[in-house]
C-alpha cells in the first residue's frame, strides 16, 4: 500500500525548493504562464465581450429613414451617389441581408476553429514543458518546446481525436433526450405533458450525461496524470504509452482509487486556501488602487476641459498594462497549488513503478 502521507510530504517539499528556495519573481511569472497554456491554472481564465452602438441621425433624413422606409437622403451639396454609397454602407451594418450573416457566421466559425486548434497545440506542448520545468525545477521554454516536439505531436492528436469524441456523445445525449421529449408530444402546440412527465422522459438522459462527466473525468485523470509522465520519461507516442499506464493501474487498483479521493479531498482544500489567498490579496489592493483613481479624477478634474480627452487616452492606455499585470500576479498565487498537484502525480506514479520515478533523472 502507498503511504499518501509521505507523498503529500515530498510533494509540499520539493513546490517549497521549486518556488522559494530561492524565491524568484522571473521564475514565477515564467511558470505561471506555462502552468497556464499546460491547462493546470483555469482559473485566471476570463471571457469579455462587450458591444457599443451609437446612432446618429441627421436631420435632413430623419424623415425619409424612418419604420423600415427606403434610405433617401434629402439634396445636399455633396454627390448623390457618393451619398448612396454611403447610405448602402450603414445599411449592410444595421440591416444585413441572410447571406451575410450566414457568410459571416461560418466565418467566425471558421476562425474559432482554427483558434482552438492552434492553442491545443500549443497547450499539448505545454503539459510536457511544465512536467519537464517542474521535475528539473527549472523555468524554461524554447529548450522543453523543442526537445518535447515528437511527444508533444503525439498528445495533440489524442486532444483532437478526444475533443471530437466528446463532442459527439454529447450530441447523441441531447438527441436521445430530445426524442424522449417528443415521445410525449412536448413539442407539440398547445400540448402540456407535465413537470413530472417531462423530468421521466429525460431523466435517462441526465443519467447518461452524468455517467459520461464521470468517465471523461476519470480518463483525463489517468491521460494528465500518468500518461504524461511515461511519454515524458519514455519519449514514446501515446497510445503505446497509455498501454503501460493501465497495466500499472491494473496492478494497483485500489491505491488509485485512493489516488482519486485524495486528491478531490486536495482539490477542496486547495481551492479554499486559494480563495482566501486571493481575497487578501484583492482586499489589499483596493485602498491602493482607490487612491490612484481619485487622484487622476482630481487631475481630470482641475485641467483645462481641452485637455481631458487626451487625458482620458493617456490613463487609458497606462492603465491596461497595469489592470493585465495586476490580473497575472493574481493568477500567479495559483502557482504553487498547480506545482504541488504536477509533483504529487508525479511522485505516487513513481511508487506504483520505480521506472517512472522521475526526480531520478531530474539532472540528466
Known sequence: MVKFDEIISASLEWTATVLFRPFSPKKWLILTFIALMAGSISGGNSNFSSSDRRHDRKESYAANYDQGKPFQLAKTSTPERKSVSRGQFRGFFEKPSAGSVIFLIVLGVIAGVVLLLVL??????????????????????????????TIGNSFFKFNLVFLVFIIGIIALIALFGFMSLSGI?????????????????????????????????????????????????????????????????????????????????????????????SLVAVMGLIFPIAVIVGGLYFIFKVMPGGMHLVFLIVVIFAAVPVFLFLWYCLVCIYLPIAVFFRVFSAKFFGRLDSRYNLFKYANE
Open 120 to 149: 491545443m497545440w500549443f497547450c499539448s506542448r505545454f503539459y510536457f514543458i511544465f512536467l519537464e520545468d517542474t521535475i528539473r525545477n527549472d523555468a524554461s521554454i524554447a529548450k522543453p518546446f523543442k526537445n518535447n516536439k
Open 185 to 277: 408530444g412536448a413539442f407539440k402546440t398547445g400540448a402540456s405533458p407535465g413537470a413530472f412527465k417531462v423530468l421521466a422522459a429525460i431523466f435517462p438522459a441526465i443519467l447518461l450525461f452524468i455517467l459520461f462527466l464521470i468517465i471523461v473525468a476519470v480518463v483525463s485523470l489517468i491521460v494528465n496524470d500518468f500518461a504524461i509522465i511515461v511519454m515524458f520519461k519514455d519519449k514514446i507516442k501515446f497510445m503505446p504509452a497509455i498501454k503501460k499506464v493501465l497495466s500499472v493501474l491494473n496492478l494497483n487498483k485500489l491505491n488509485f482509487l485512493l489516488y482519486i479521493l485524495i486528491k478531490m479531498g486536495l482539490a477542496i482544500v486547495s481551492s479554499i486556501v486559494y480563495t482566501i489567498t
